[in-house]
C-alpha cells in the first residue's frame, strides 16, 4: 500500500497562555489520513482547529504529541516541503512588483532548477487566466486577481500535495468556477489537494473525501458519496393522489407536495415498499421511486449541531 500523503495520528495540540498558565486544548486526538491523488476537504466552523493542524502539516507548529507524516516524513523535514505548495488563507505579495517579477522570485527561493523558467511562469500564468496582466503591477490587482496569482504560486514547485486554504476567496462566481476546473484538472495530473472551505457547494462538486472537525475534536471523516447518502427518506413521484388516498399515505409519516402535473411524496425508507403498493392499488401511476440524498452543508450544520451525532 502506497504511503498516504498525508497522515495524521493522535494528534493533539495545547497552547500554554503566558499569563496565568492556563492550557488550551485546540486539537484532541485528531487521526486521520488523505490519500495520494485525492481532493480532500478540511471543513469545521471557524476556531474548530483547521488552521492550527494545517500549521502542523506545514511545520509551522509542532504538535503536543502525536504523529504527522506529509508522504512518510516528518513536516518540517525538507523532504516533505519540497513536496508541498501552499495557499494561505490571508496573504500578502510585494505590491510594486508584477506577477512576473513576484514569481521569478518565489521560484528561485523555491530553489527548483530549470532550463527555461521564464517558460513555467509563462504556462502557469495562462492556467490562472492572468496571462494578459502579467506586466501590471500587483498593487492594482483585484482580490481575485491576487487569489489567482497565490494559486500559480503554490503551483512553481511542481509539487505533490497542494495545500489551499480558501483557494475562492474572494472571486466572482467565473473565477470561482475556473478555481475549480483547475483543481480537478490538477487531480487528473494526479496530484493531491488537500483544501479548507466555507463554501460547501462547492466542495460537493470537486472533493473525494470530507474531514469535519468541531471545537478540536473531528466529529466524521469519509467519502463525499457517505457523507450524501445519509439521508434516510425516499422520494415517489406519482401522477395523482386522490385526497382520501393522501390522508393514508400522511398517517405512515409521508410529506405530500402538490405540484403542476405531479404529486412528490417524501417517506421514510422503511416505508417504501408498502407505500408504493398502497399507491398501485389505489389506482396512482408511480412515476419515479428515488432514494433521497442530503447536501453537505446540512450534514455539516447537523454534525456541527450534534457534536458529530
Known amino acids: ?5 498525508i497522515e495524521f495520528s493522535g494528534v493533539n495540540k495545547i497552547f500554554q497562555r503566558r499569563f496565568g498558565g492556563v492550557q488550551v486544548t ?4 485528531i487521526s486521520f489520513a488523505v490519500a495520494r491523488g485525492e481532493v480532500c476537504a478540511f471543513l469545521g466552523p471557524n476556531g474548530a482547529g483547521k488552521t492550527t493542524s494545517m500549521n502542523i502539516l506545514m511545520g509551522f507548529i509542532y504538535a503536543s504529541s502525536g504523529r504527522t507524516r506529509v508522504f512518510g516524513y516528518e513536516p518540517g523535514d525538507v523532504r516533505a516541503k519540497q513536496r508541498i505548495g501552499f ?11 508584477n506577477a512576473e517579477k513576484l514569481l521569478q522570485f518565489h521560484l528561485k527561493l523555491s530553489g527548483r532548477q530549470l532550463a527555461d523558467p521564464a517558460a513555467l511562469i509563462a504556462g502557469l500564468l495562462a492556467k490562472v487566466k492572468l496571462d494578459g496582466y502579467k506586466g501590471l503591477k500587483i498593487g492594482k490587482y483585484s482580490r481575485g486577481m491576487v487569489q489567482r496569482l497565490g494559486i500559480a504560486q503554490a503551483l512553481l514547485g511542481d509539487p505533490e500535495l497542494l495545500v489551499l486554504d480558501e483557494p475562492t476567496s474572494g472571486l466572482d462566481p467565473a473565477g470561482r468556477k475556473e478555481v475549480r476546473d483547475l483543481i ?6 494526479g496530484k493531491t489537494i488537500f483544501l479548507s472551505s466555507h463554501i460547501l457547494s462547492e466542495v460537493e462538486q470537486i472533493c473525494d473525501r470530507v474531514i469535519i472537525l468541531d471545537r478540536g475534536h473531528m466529529v466524521r471523516t469519509g467519502s463525499m458519496q457517505e457523507m450524501l447518502a445519509e439521508d434516510n427518506r425516499v422520494e415517489i413521484i406519482v401522477d395523482q393522489l386522490p385526497e382520501e388516498l393522501e390522508l393514508a399515505v400522511k398517517e405512515r409519516g409521508a410529506a405530500v407536495e402538490r405540484e403542476a ?13 408498502a407505500l408504493a403498493e398502497m399507491l398501485w392499488a389505489g389506482g396512482c401511476d408511480v412515476i419515479s421511486l428515488t432514494p433521497m440524498k442530503t447536501s453537505l452543508e446540512e450534514t455539516f ?9
Open 26 to 29: 485546540a486539537l484532541s486526538n
Open 301 to 309: 450544520l447537523k454534525l456541527v449541531a450534534q457534536g458529530g451525532a
Open 87 to 97: 495557499l494561505p488563507e490571508n496573504f500578502a505579495f510585494y505590491r510594486y512588483l
Open 261 to 273: 402535473h405531479r404529486v412528490r411524496i417524501l417517506v421514510d425508507v422503511a416505508q417504501k415498499r
Open 184 to 189: 480537478l484538472a490538477l487531480k487528473a495530473e
Open 1 to 5: 500500500m502506497a504511503t498516504p500523503a
